[in-house]
């Protein structure tokens, strides 16, 4: 992937506030839709509750995938979306460390209306490291990466 198909993606993440996260439970997957910001490296910051079915997933199996896309602004009949897809891997960040304090500010800075939750002592934040990752803009050639 090159600094232009970076900064592409990178510009998709920045304008979208959800994304459509999946974990793998014992027996069926976990999905939801749900608030992120995202790192320079196109880490993905997502926040939840210890408790749910999603975290609990990635404490048992860490790979994940989620999807973003534009359609609300693209044009769809004329295939005009981008589209993200990523499969990651994904661990808890350490409550009151310096990430956890990077990633909150990160991650209210683009979501500031997520910040009752951090009064929570249950709350986690989790990042996703990429591992693969496919772009679709529009009829352009998509990019596919290995990270």
């Not at 993606?9 to 994304?19: D, Q």
């Not at 069926?28 to 939840?48: C, D, G, N, R, Y």
């Not at 534009?70 to 005009?80: I, L, S, T, V």
């Not at 589209?83 to 909150?104: D, F, H, M, T, Y």
Request: charged residues 25%; contains cysteine.
């Amino acid at each position: 992937m090159n600094q232009e198909e970076k900064q592409r993606i990178s510009e998709l993440m920045a304008e979208e506030n959800l994304l459509c996260f999946t974990t793998m439970g014992e027996q069926w997957p976990t999905a939801t839709i749900q608030a992120f910001a995202h790192t320079p490296e196109l880490h993905v910051a997502l926040i939840m509750q210890e408790s749910s079915d999603r975290f609990q997933n990635i404490m048992r199996r860490p790979n994940v995938s989620y999807l973003i896309d534009n359609r609300e602004h693209g044009d769809p009949a004329k295939f005009q979306v981008r589209r993200l897809a990523v499969r990651g891997i994904a661990q808890e960040v350490p409550r009151g460390s310096q990430e956890w304090e990077q990633l909150k500010a990160l991650f209210l800075g683009k979501n500031p209306f997520e910040a009752p939750f951090f009064g929570r002592d249950t709350l986690r934040i989790v990042r996703v490291v990429p591992k693969q990752l496919k772009y679709v803009d529009g009829l352009s050639k998509p990019v596919v990466a290995e990270l």
